[in-house]
């Protein structure tokens, strides 16, 4: 081969695609783990839960919450997106979302749409009597005004308090999950602001500017850390993060876009972002690290309006209050990333 050919192959292969993928060690850990078999619903923070989970195949290896992303090209505005943010506000997590498993065969009810019917998903649903509702339990549990409440309380939302109170139910043997905005119990019987289903076994997005449980139209469940996770020391996929600011406009995976706002240096619904990879975690708690490793190797993606950098943590009562040690990562710790030239994602 002369030396001519020699270079354009080189200039050719510097110019190719990177491959885009996700861990196959996660895939294969996955698939050899045994789901135990269950015949009522599970609740999230239980050791037989945790069972369940380690089976369970969230979306395939090439969904975007499950893509590699450590060495992603940066956004070209990318300081100017974190400053948007808060350069100096400091990395949260909210322990919101809690969730329920339950068996393939579990009774489907009605529940009323009463805000977004026209974008939900068409139920029945697999709602149990024991769903619980965003925050709960930890948060009613440690908080001295709140734990006298119920779980009935909680779900009837007997002090008014209103909010988005997301509840999620996940169908592990077929892979299925639903999500609920503003759920709530009256005397009639369930209704919710929306829902919105998502098979775990498909890339399929909502359809374009459909909303979700979620602002952006992304799912909730496959983006909020668990115990069980922390527990193995590895959070194997993107996570769920919430800012002040977005701007009117969305981007792959995500869907919808809620805000009126058009600044260039706000983030899009949809946006991701990763933790630089020379960020020191070696000092920090072993739940913690894993957090902090998983924003560098997956990132986050922006998925509704809230509290600046503030990352999904189930409200397990087994996961230690983590607050002080993730306040120690700054906003200027985070830069903003954007899909490898050549990038499709799969369908």
Known sequence: M?????????????????????????????????????????????????????????????????LVVSDWPLHPKSKEIVAGIGSDKPLRYNPDMSFILVPPKQEKIDVKLVTYADESDKGPYPVPDNIPIEGWPAVYFRDENLIALTLDDVQRDKLKKDGDRHAIVVDPVNRMIYEFNQMKKTGTGWQCGNEATFDLKSNRLRPDRWTSADAAGLPIFPAVVRYDELKRGEVEHALRVTVVKTRKAYVAPATHYASSKTGVNLPRMGERLRLRQDFDTTEFKPEVKAILEAL??????????GIEWAISVTPDKRIPDIHEELRVVKGSDFEVIVPPKGYKPAK
Not at 297 to 303: P, T
């Open 2 to 66: 002369n030396l001519s050919l020699l270079l354009l192959t080189a200039v050719l292969a510097a110019d190719a695609p990177k491959p885009v993928s996700g861990d196959p060690a996660r895939v294969e850990r996955i698939r050899k783990a045994v789901m135990p078999k269950f015949d009522k619903p599970v609740s999230f923070d239980t050791p037989e839960a945790d069972a369940i989970l380690e089976a369970l195949e969230v979306f395939p290896p090439d969904n975007p919450f499950n």
């Open 296 to 305: 560098k190797k997956y990132g986050m993606l922006v998925a509704d309006n």
